[in-house]
Nanobody, 122 residues
Framework: QARLVESGGGSVQVGGSLTLSCEPS????????LAWFRQAPGTEREGVAA??????DYSTSVKGRFTISRDSPGATVYLQMKSLQPEYTGVYYC?????????????????WGQGTRVTVSS
């Protein structure tokens, strides 16, 4: 069973920054694709960023504010978030075990972490 451990969430004021981490366990078969999703209260999970080697993709809502990165294949993946706004509040999940399809779609991934909460307040 794939295991992903997120960390780095917390409370921050508008305009602040946070960096989230997602550490894959050794048991994960496929971490070539890895993505971050956000779930705001009362909404479905929304893909915000994905990474595959040197390729990255971002949702329109976070492009220019968030940066996804990893040092090497299979290593911890980071999501650097800057200029945070209240609409970025939610639980952030790391996803792996890509099944194919669009990299920012929830159904494209088979393994999920437990999530880390981010709260942006004014």
């Amino acid at each position: 069973q794939a295991r992903l451990v997120e960390s780095g969430g917390g409370s921050v004021q508008v305009g602040g920054s946070l960096t989230l981490s997602c550490e894959p366990s050794d048991s994960i078969i496929n971490t070539n694709y890895l993505a971050w999703f956000r779930q705001a209260p009362g909404t479905e999970r929304e893909g915000v960023a994905a990474i595959y080697g040197k390729w990255t993709d971002y949702s329109t809502s976070v492009k220019g504010r968030f940066t996804i990165s990893r040092d090497s294949p299979g290593a911890t993946v980071y999501l650097q978030m800057k200029s945070l706004q209240p609409e970025y509040t939610g639980v952030y999940y790391c996803a792996a075990a890509f099944r194919g399809g669009l990299p920012l779609r929830e159904k494209s991934y088979g393994s999920w972490g437990q999530g880390t909460r981010v709260t942006v307040s004014s």
